[in-house]
């Protein structure tokens, strides 16, 4: 049995790893609603000042407008990219399936800037303007990785029998996907989407190398730093960004969790049929 002095430092570790993660996270989060126009401890106050500042910022909001869009565009593509080459390769046995598994999930083990400068070059190769829709493609890159990862990972969970069973009473190949498969996966679909959509929203390096003169809001708070003339309005967008980004990802590990919960649901409602 562990003892008390090891559950108490390895308490200790976490507590010291957790303040490593997230105190710089928290110190940008009090800065945000400081009054003070210079960083310092404590805060002089609370206010929502820099707030509105920002919202009424025109750069600020035409840069959050172009992140949605972003990535809205690119968790799309994503679902359905994604989504088709994950059933692909666990409903077919064929050559180079551990392959292309592998070069699916490359993209998000890649550093960034690897990433963008290989799609600049490709761009500039092929004479595609930089816009929207070379941003989209960056994003969906390593946003299909999400969907495909949380897909592929419910299908190989999914007992085979509800597919044979649904197929066994008469149902088409068509109507075992709408009513069996989908259903089944929807959680991992959705969970999958959102953490896609988190992911793209706050990506920065990428956009840099297919953005052209365009700015997401990861870029604008990367030139407001360099600038270092307007901190407690980049404090304030960078609150919203965090609170952007994690609120996909509590949904996708709420949504997670309750698929879960479903799963064993009918995993237990099928072993009672088979008793009867």
């Keep these: 049995m562990e003892s008390a002095g090891l559950k108490a430092g390895l308490r200790i570790w976490v507590v010291l790893v957790l303040l490593f993660l997230f105190l710089p996270i928290l110190l940008i989060v009090i800065y945000a609603f400081d009054p003070a126009t210079v960083e310092s401890w404590p805060i002089q106050g609370f206010t929502l000042h820099w707030f509105s500042v920002a919202w009424n910022d025109p750069d600020v909001r035409s840069a959050f407008l172009l992140s949605v869009k972003v990535g809205l565009l690119a968790t799309g593509i994503a679902l359905v990219l994604g989504s088709?080459?994950?059933?692909?390769?666990?409903?077919?046995?064929?050559?180079?399936?551990?392959?292309?598994?592998?070069?699916?999930?490359?993209?998000?083990?890649?550093?960034?800037?690897?990433?963008?400068?290989?799609?600049?070059?490709?761009?500039?190769?092929?004479?595609?303007?930089?816009?929207?829709?070379?941003?989209?493609?960056?994003?969906?890159?390593?946003?299909?990785?999400?969907?495909?990862?949380?897909?592929?990972?419910?299908?190989?969970?999914?007992?085979?029998?509800?597919?044979?069973?649904?197929?066994?009473?008469?149902?088409?190949?068509?109507?075992?996907q709408l009513y069996v498969t989908l259903p089944t996966v929807?959680?991992?679909?959705?969970?999958?989407?959102?953490?896609?959509?988190?992911?793209?929203?706050?990506?920065?390096?990428?956009?840099?190398?297919?953005?052209?003169?365009?700015?997401?809001?990861?870029?604008?708070?990367?030139?407001?730093?360099?600038?270092?003339?307007?901190?407690?309005?980049v404090n304030a967008v960078v609150t919203i960004v965090i609170l952007l980004t994690i609120i996909p990802v509590l949904l996708a590990a709420r949504i997670a969790g309750a698929g879960a919960v479903s799963r064993t649901a009918r995993a237990a409602a099928v072993q009672d049929t088979g008793r009867i």
Excluded: K
């Design 84 to 176: 088709a080459v994950a059933y692909a390769l666990y409903q077919f046995t064929f050559f180079g399936r551990d392959a292309i598994s592998f070069l699916l999930v490359l993209p998000i083990a890649l550093p960034g800037i690897v990433t963008g400068l290989a799609l600049n070059s490709f761009f500039t190769f092929t004479s595609i303007r930089l816009s929207l829709w070379t941003i989209v493609i960056g994003h969906a890159t390593f946003c299909i990785v999400m969907v495909f990862n949380n897909l592929i990972a419910r299908l190989r969970r999914t007992p085979g029998s509800l597919a044979e069973a649904s197929m066994d009473l008469g149902a088409r190949g068509w109507q075992t």
């Design 186 to 233: 929807a959680t991992a679909l959705i969970s999958g989407a959102l953490l896609a959509f988190a992911l793209s929203f706050d990506e920065v390096v990428v956009t840099v190398f297919t953005s052209g003169a365009q700015n997401t809001l990861p870029i604008w708070i990367f030139g407001a730093i360099r600038l270092g003339q307007r901190l407690p309005e």
